[in-house]
């Protein structure tokens, strides 16, 4: 597909660093594309499962949106510490398709290519107050990623993009498989087996997967209460909502607000 153009819709950068995470795992899932570069010691990542990879000090590792990240926290050795900077992006092609729709990304950025991530990541951590040199480093960084993506094969009908926007608008209201066969303009049937074949899950588990990235980045940005979070993100019973989480995380709602960090 020839790219006419790019937005990127939502951007967000942050850094971190602390001592004593040696062995620290997490399991998490983001509703946005992550950057993450290991400063001082370095992350085990897996993607939904898979192959585990090593970031070196300085090396950078890419998540899409939606995916399972698996990931084990190192010190460096010499420090005792580790400290990572990341940033989150939403970036839409042909203001149709999401990134990550229209690409598959390796998991671990090549050597040669991080040198190049490293300048716009510099520059942006610099502090720039000026919001116009802000945008164009992350536009940067999107060109980063598309040297090392890989263009995909099949690419989800506009039909069932219409449901995933839906989704994503939509995640806190009660929502039917019924539902979004009406806005794909499919039978049920033949929405759900497109659905699963197109996604890999259900159109169910889908919403409850997107309900609880949205949980788990409103567990760490705010103090609400998680009885007050199920409801927000569209579970009507807190007790499903906790076991859900604790089956997709490994953790409670409660535990992952105390530890999560990059």
Partial sequence: MRIEHIEIKYERCACSGRANLEGIYHVKSLPWLSVVQSMEGSYDIAINGGKTYQTDAGGFFIAASQVTQHITHHNDPTTGRMSNRWIFLDVTVNQKYRLEQLYDFPTLLPSGEAEEMNLPFDALFADYDDPCERMSLYYKIV????????????????????????????????????????????????????????????????????????????????????????????????????????????????????????
Avoid: M, W
């Avoid at 929405?191 to 997967?209: D, E, M, R, T, V």
């Avoid at 609880?212 to 499903?240: C, H, M, N, Q, W």
């Fill in 143 to 262: 060109k980063c990623l598309l040297r090392v993506a890989t263009p995909r094969e099949e690419i989800a009908d506009s039909g069932l993009l219409r449901v995933i926007d839906y989704l994503h608008t939509n995640y806190a209201k009660p929502i039917s498989v019924a539902e979004l066969a009406a806005v794909a303009h499919l039978s049920e049937s033949y929405f759900y087996s497109c659905f699963k074949k197109q996604f890999g899950i259900s159109p169910i588990a889908y919403l409850n997967h997107y309900r609880l990235t949205v949980a788990s980045d409103l567990l760490k940005e705010s103090d609400l209460p998680i009885t007050r979070i199920s409801e927000a993100v569209g579970f009507s019973d807190a007790l499903y909502f906790s076991r859900l989480f604790r089956k997709t995380f490994r953790l409670s709602p409660r535990s992952y607000r105390q530890s999560v960090t990059y």
